[in-house]
Every structure is written in C-alpha cells, then in structure tokens.
C-alpha cells in the first residue's frame, strides 16, 4: 500500500497563477482532508470531505476550492494563488473519527 | 483563535531521560486527543490518542495524561531515545472528525 500520496511535491507559482494538488489514497478511506502548515500554526484545515462527491470548508477555506469525484482523490485548487498562501499543504485521510493518515506534503512557494 | 495550545515552542532533553510535552485547550466539546510525530520533510504520523472517558492511555514508551477539570493533557516519553528527535503536534476533536492542531513542540533529544 502506497498510503496517501500528494503531487507534486514543490511548486513555484506567480501571483495569479492557477494550480491543483493532488492527493490519492489507496487505503478506502471515507474522509479525506486537505491541511495547510505555517510556521508557528501547527496544521490548519481548509477543506474536507466526508464522501465522494461531498465537500466542506474548514478553518481557513478562502482562496481555495476541493472536488471529491472519486473516492480516493482529493483536489486542491487554487485559482489566483496569491503570497499569502505560500505554506506547506498537507493530504490527510482516515475512516472516521480516529487517526488521521497523513501524505508527504507539497510545498508551494507564490512569488 | 487557537482552540488548543502547545506553550513551549521546543525542549530539549538527554538521551535516556523523560520527555514531557503539555497542550492545553479550551474548547470543552472536545473529547478525543492525539499526538502526532513529525520529521522534516515527511508529513504527521499517528503516535497515541486519549479518549476523554479515560486519564492515561500508554504504548510502549509513549503515555499520554489528560486532565479534563484542566483541559490539559501532557505526552511523556520514557526513555527519550534519539530517534524521538522530531516535532510533536497535540490535535482535538469533537464528534465532528475535523481536528484541531497545537502549534507543535520540537524535541531534541541530545546524546
């Protein structure tokens, strides 16, 4: 089992740049999460989704957009990325309301 | 505003000693924590949860405390062995599946 996986693992974008990571589990895991790390944050949590198909904002939504067409996928859009969302994303998956099963992460730098 | 708190940006210890790691939180829905492990450049990794039924949960050299009256919980790590050298995230839910991160502790285990 390759667990969660994200691509691509860096990326530089200009301001207003449009971009989509990826995540991919491989494990049928129900909910799928998609995290942002600043230094001296901890991890925030943007989207989430509870099913395929379904979506929903976290803590910091704003600038940023998800779909969950197949179970095992979960994509981050960014639509115009801007400076302030340079940061590290992390992929998170689990089956419910216990560990989270967390990917490698994707650094984004926005210039 | 932060809902869950790790105070101390980092500590350092010697090999062989115990480790202790606190978090607060605030929000009283809360009832199940976590601790998560992190390496640089690899995403969280699952390290012991705590229900709010319970006081203490241990794993091997891992005992999590919590303190519901005081809305803390503490990790200790017995005895702290070099590989443990990593960031330490305490996280918080309710019956809801999204988490709440702390800010992390850095742990440096000296030799």
């Known amino acids: 089992n390759a667990g969660v996986t994200q691509t691509p693992k860096f990326r530089v974008l200009k301001t207003g740049q449009s971009m989509t990571l990826l995540c991919a589990q491989d494990m049928n895991h129900e909910y799928m999460y998609w995290y942002r790390q600043d230094p001296g944050m901890g991890l925030r949590l943007i989207h989430y989704?509870?099913?395929?198909?379904?979506?929903a904002k976290g803590e910091v939504p704003d600038g940023y957009n998800v779909s969950r067409l197949k179970k095992q996928n979960f994509l981050l859009g960014l639509e115009s990325a801007a400076p302030s969302q340079t940061s590290v994303y992390f992929c998170?998956?689990?089956?419910?309301?216990?560990?989270?099963?967390f990917g490698p992460g994707t650094r984004l730098t926005v210039l | 505003d932060q809902q869950v708190k790790q105070n101390s940006p980092s500590l350092s210890v010697q090999e062989g000693r115990i480790s202790i790691l606190n978090c607060d939180y605030t929000n009283s829905m809360f009832d199940y924590f976590l601790w998560y492990k992190k390496y640089p450049a690899e995403g969280p990794t699952f390290l012991i949860s705590?229900?709010?039924?319970?006081d203490k949960n241990e794993d091997g050299r891992f005992t999590v405390f919590l303190n519901k009256s005081a809305k803390h919980l503490s990790l200790h790590i017995v005895p702290s062995q070099p590989g443990d050298s990593a960031v330490y995230f305490c996280?918080?839910?309710?019956?809801?599946?999204?988490?709440?991160f702390g800010a992390g502790t850095t742990v440096t285990v000296r030799a």
């Open positions: 996280a918080a839910t309710t019956n809801d599946y999204k988490l709440s």
């Open positions: 989704s509870v099913g395929e198909g379904t979506t």
């Open positions: 998170a998956s689990s089956t419910g309301r216990n560990e989270q099963f």
């Open positions: 705590i229900s709010s039924i319970k």
